[in-house]
């Protein structure tokens, strides 16, 4: 079974330029989470969908981020423009409402993402 | 509200050692709690969870954690060590019924020959 695929697995930009990180849940899973994982912050919450609607975007950082979800099997982060302080690892992560409720959630490998 | 707090950063053992991670919570209903286990350049899995079942959940690889309500705790353990042990370890709590998950800090485990 194919997991959660995240795309690019590296992405190295220099500071002002666009950055999109793309992610594909597991067929199914109905739940969509997207964080972001540093030395200093450990892994915070960005934002997560349930049936392609962003529920909860609170943990996204500024208006230089915006994530959507067109369909059921595709997601984009976007951030425009990119900073320095924006280098990180991020995740992707699915879910399905059966299992949600006891937290499991099935995670990419990640995109690391270095800004100059 | 919810939190969760790993104490220690880094645990080094010796392979064949006990392993001791620890975490607490807090949460003002019953928590659900997880560990999650992260290895080198990939994402975190699953390890072990307790959704109010039996306070002592097992996991895989050997892993268990004993749910202490009376302590608000949720400490990871492991009676031998081994090299392919060595990944960072997070805690993470929500709330019973749906909520989503909020992780701790993580706690890098170490094995030494």
């Known amino acids: 079974d194919a997991g959660v695929i995240q795309s690019p697995r590296h992405e190295v930009t220099e500071m002002g330029q666009e950055v999109t990180l793309r992610c594909k849940p597991i067929s199914g899973h109905d739940y969509l989470f997207w964080y972001r994982q540093t030395m200093m912050r450990g892994l915070e919450l960005l934002i997560y969908f349930n049936n392609n609607v962003p529920i909860d975007d609170s943990g996204m950082p500024e208006d230089r981020f915006s994530a959507k979800m067109p369909n059921a099997s595709f997601s984009t982060l976007k951030i425009q423009p990119s900073e320095p302080r924006d280098s990180a690892v991020y995740f992707c992560?699915?879910?399905?409402?059966?299992?949600?409720?006891?937290?499991?959630?099935?995670f990419g490998e990640g995109s690391r993402l270095t800004v100059l | 509200a919810q939190s969760v707090t790993q104490l220690g950063s880094h645990v080094s053992v010796s392979e064949g050692a006990l392993v001791l991670l620890r975490c607490n919570y807090s949460?003002?209903?019953?928590?659900?709690l997880f560990w999650y286990v992260q290895y080198p350049n990939q994402g975190l899995q699953l390890l072990l969870k307790?959704?109010?079942?039996?306070?002592l959940v097992k996991g895989i690889n050997g892993f268990e954690a004993e749910f202490k309500k009376s302590e608000t705790s949720f400490h990871l353990t492991k009676p031998s060590a081994h090299m392919s042990d060595a990944a960072e370890y997070f805690c993470a709590v929500s709330s019973s019924g749906y909520s989503t998950l909020t992780f701790g800090k993580g706690t890098m485990l170490l094995v030494s020959p």
């Open positions: 307790y959704t109010s079942a039996a306070t």
């Open positions: 992560a699915s879910s399905s409402t059966g299992v949600l409720n006891t937290g499991e959630l099935f």
């Open positions: 949460s003002s209903v019953p928590p659900y």
